[in-house]
């Protein structure tokens, strides 16, 4: 079991910046993926941001550029820095955990919203 805590969230005017952070209750540096997932009001949960352990990212094509994942292992944290945010980016975001053993197994962070005012 991996359990999740984020912070970090508010409201921030349009051009503004955020570090949302997420800690996780066991090392990082075994947990095979973490990342960041938002969801908008009346929209699908979506990919913001991935890293490997590998240290291999994926970001969603709105917030290249944008947006920055990293993970410190030492602190089993993942941070997500939020730059030029536009009101589009206003959502609840999560953060979440891959753990392969046997089978995949996924966990989820309890969100935090971020707001974007114009």
């Known amino acids: 079991q991996v359990q999740l805590v984020e912070s970090g969230g508010g409201l921030v005017q349009a051009g503004g910046s955020l570090r949302l952070s997420c800690v996780a209750s066991?090392?990082?540096?075994?947990?095979?993926?973490m990342g960041w997932y938002r969801q908008a009001p009346g929209k699908q949960r979506e990919s913001v941001a991935i890293?490997?352990?590998?240290?291999?990212?994926n970001y969603a094509d709105s917030v290249k550029g944008r947006f920055t994942i990293s993970r410190d292992n030492a602190k089993n944290t993942v941070y997500l820095q939020m730059n030029s945010l536009k009101p589009e980016d206003t959502a609840v975001y999560y953060c979440n955990a891959v753990l392969f053993t046997l089978t995949k197994n996924t966990f989820w962070g309890q969100g935090t919203q971020v707001t974007v005012s114009s």
């Open positions: 066991r090392s990082t540096f075994g947990i095979n993926t």
């Open positions: 890293i490997s352990r590998g240290g291999t990212y």
